[in-house]
C-alpha cells in the first residue's frame, strides 16, 4: 500500500516578511475585507492610526458604504463581492498587502436560514478561495501575507456550558454558524499544512453604536434613545435572560491586529469573560437616560428565540491575554450608554452619521 506524502510546512520565516522591523521599508499594506461593517470600520482606523495603508473591498451595488463613508477617510475602497472566487486573487495581485483581514460574512445568524447556500458561499467557500490566493500569491512572489478570519462563538452550539475557550467542541445548529465552522478549520488546516501565518478570532457578540439596527443591541439602544427623547416606541424580544458575552467592537479589533502581528499564528478567543443577560442590556439603556420604565418599551415574542441558539454564551480569553496582551478595555455600561448616547444624538440632530460620534 502506497503512503500518500503530507508536503512539508513552509515556515513563514522563509519568505520575506514585512514584519521586520525596516524602518527604511514602505509603508505595509493591509486589505480589509468588508470594510463598510462594523468591525471593518474600526479596524480600518485602527490601523491607519498604525501607519499602515488600508485597502478596504465593499459588496458591489448594494453596500453600506454609503453609511459608513464619514468614518473611512484614508481608506482605498475596492468593490469586491465575497461570491465573486475569482475576484480575490487578483485583489491580492494588484494591491500586494501584507496582512488580509477577511471580516466579510453573511453576517446575521437568524436570516442565515432563509439563505442557507448563500451563506455557505459567502462565509465557507470564499475562505477557500482567500486561502489558495494566498499560496499562489507566496508561491509566485516568495512573499508571505499573514491573513486573520473572523470566526465566531456560534461556532460552539447551543449546548455549551461555562467558559469556552479554544479547544471547547465546535457543535454548529445555523447555516452561519456551520460555515464559519467549516472556515475555521480550513484556516487551521491550512496552517498546518503550508505553514500560513493564518489565525482565527474567535469573537464574542462586541456591539458599537455603528452596527447594523437589525441586531439586538441596537435596537435595544434605540428604543431607550427614542424615550428619551419624547418617542415611545417598543422592541420585540424573545427571552429576556439569554446571556451573551458582550464587548466593545473598538476592543475587538485591537485584538485582531495583535494576532495578526504575533510572530506566531493561532487562533484566539476574543470575548470578555462576563455575561449579561438581554435584561442586563434594556436596565443598562433605559439608566443611560435617567429612566426605569423598560417594561413599557418591550414586547415579549417567545417566538423570536430560536432553540439553535445558546442560551449563554461566556467567553475564557485567556490565551488572549497571555499571548497577545489583550484584554477588553471597556465596560458592559460604558459600551451601552455609549450606544445610546449616539443614538440620541442623532435623533436630536437628525444626522444619522458623524465622524464626531466616534467620540
Ligand atoms: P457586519 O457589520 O455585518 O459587516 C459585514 C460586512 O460584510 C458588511 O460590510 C457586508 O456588506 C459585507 N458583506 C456581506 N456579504 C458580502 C459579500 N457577498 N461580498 C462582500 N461583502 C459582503 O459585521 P461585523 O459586526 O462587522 O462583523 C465582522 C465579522 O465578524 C463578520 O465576519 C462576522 O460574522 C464576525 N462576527 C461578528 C460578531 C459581532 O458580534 N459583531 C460576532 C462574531 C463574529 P453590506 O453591508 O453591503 O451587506
Known amino acids: ?41 474600526y479596524l480600518a482606523r485602527h490601523l491607519l492610526a498604525q501607519g499602515w495603508q488600508v485597502v478596504g473591498t465593499v459588496r458591489p451595488g448594494i453596500s453600506s458604504l454609503a453609511r459608513m463613508a464619514p468614518y473611512l477617510a484614508g481608506v482605498e475602497i475596492v468593490e469586491h463581492d465575497l461570491t465573486d472566487a475569482l475576484g480575490f486573487g487578483d485583489l491580492v495581485s494588484r494591491h500586494a498587502p501584507q496582512a488580509v483581514y477577511n471580516l466579510a460574512a453573511f453576517s446575521a445568524v437568524g436570516r442565515s436560514w432563509d439563505q442557507p447556500e448563500l451563506a455557505a458561499r459567502t462565509n465557507h467557500l470564499a475562505v477557500v478561495e482567500m486561502l489558495q490566493s494566498l499560496l499562489r500569491h507566496r508561491d509566485k512572489n516568495a512573499q508571505d501575507v499573514r491573513f486573520f478570519q473572523a470566526s465566531t462563538a456560534e461556532v460552539f452550539g447551543s449546548e455549551v456550558e461555562g467558559p469556552l475557550d479554544e479547544e471547547s467542541s465546535h457543535r454548529p445548529r445555523t447555516p452561519y454558524a456551520i460555515a464559519k465552522s467549516a472556515a475555521h478549520h480550513l484556516v487551521i488546516s491550512y496552517r498546518e499544512r503550508y505553514g500560513l501565518h493564518a489565525s482565527n478570532g474567535i469573537l464574542f457578540n462586541h456591539e458599537s453604536p455603528f452596527r447594523g439596527q437589525q441586531f439586538v443591541a441596537g435596537k435595544i439602544a434605540r428604543v431607550a434613545a427614542s424615550a428619551a427623547c419624547g418617542r415611545h416606541t417598543t422592541v420585540a424580544l424573545g427571552d429576556l435572560d439569554v446571556e451573551r458575552d458582550w464587548g466593545s467592537a473598538a476592543d475587538y479589533v485591537d485584538a485582531m491586529a495583535r494576532a495578526v502581528g504575533h510572530e506566531v499564528p493561532d487562533d484566539y478567543i476574543i470575548g470578555t469573560g462576563q455575561t449579561h443577560t438581554l435584561r442586563d442590556m434594556l436596565t443598562a439603556a433605559f439608566a443611560a437616560v435617567g429612566r426605569d420604565d423598560m417594561e413599557d418599551h418591550v414586547e415579549l415574542m417567545p417566538h423570536l428565540w430560536s432553540a439553535t441558539q445558546a442560551q449563554a454564551l461566556l467567553a475564557d480569553p485567556a490565551k488572549a491575554a497571555r499571548q497577545l496582551g489583550w ?33
Open 1 to 41: 500500500m502506497s503512503a500518500t506524502r503530507r508536503p512539508s510546512p513552509r515556515p513563514p520565516h522563509t519568505v520575506r516578511s514585512a514584519w521586520m522591523d525596516d524602518v527604511q521599508a514602505p509603508p505595509r499594506t493591509a486589505l480589509i475585507t468588508g470594510v463598510s461593517g462594523q468591525d471593518g470600520m
Open 327 to 359: 484584554s477588553a478595555s471597556t465596560s458592559f455600561d460604558e459600551l451601552v450608554s455609549g450606544m445610546v448616547e449616539v443614538d440620541v444624538r442623532r435623533i436630536t440632530t437628525g444626522v444619522a452619521e458623524s465622524e464626531a460620534y466616534l467620540g
